[in-house]
């Protein structure tokens, strides 16, 4: 079996063939070293990236956790542009009369967004293995929040 590198029109993939490809006359294609086939084989779900270098990307917990903090603040911003518009932001800033929600509404809907993140972001933080991370972040109570 002969496993190469295929540039695609949806990018790159690893392809397994029975037939070996002439890699200088067919250029989108490149054959896997022998190491790369040995990674390729121990490790099925890893990436481009980790086959070429024949080494997983290790993340961190502290980087991990720093990542889904971030996701989790702007988790924390779309809910919050979801249930109030920008219009209806900018609206309410003007102190135009007659608008659906009020400018308490708004505070409140902040509060609570932010009141979400911090709780979860300390679960995070306090989190001492990726699996309590994820956890952690999936405990996020954003699609309880409304108006």
Do not use: H, W
């Not at 695609?8 to 392809?15: H, K, L, M, P």
């Not at 919050?80 to 708004?106: A, I, K, M, V």
Request: charged share 25%; proline share 2%; with cysteine.
């Amino acid at each position: 079996m002969n496993y190469y590198f295929v540039k695609t029109d949806r990018g790159e993939i690893v392809q397994e063939r029975t037939e070996t490809i002439n890699c200088e006359m067919f250029t989108d294609f490149t054959k896997l070293t022998a190491k790369q086939i040995t990674f390729y084989k121990a490790n099925p779900t890893a990436s481009l990236r980790e086959i070429k270098n024949c080494a997983l990307n290790v993340v961190s917990l502290e980087d991990y956790k720093a990542q889904k903090i971030a996701e989790l603040s702007q988790l924390s911003i779309d809910i919050s542009y979801t249930l109030l518009t920008r219009e209806q932001r900018e609206n309410l800033d003007c102190g135009l009369p007659d608008l659906p929600y009020t400018q308490e509404q708004r505070i409140t809907l902040n509060l609570n967004c932010r009141n979400e993140f911090y709780l979860v972001k300390t679960l995070i933080e306090e989190a001492t293995t990726i699996q309590e991370v994820d956890n952690a972040f999936n405990s996020n109570n954003y699609s309880n929040i409304t108006l």
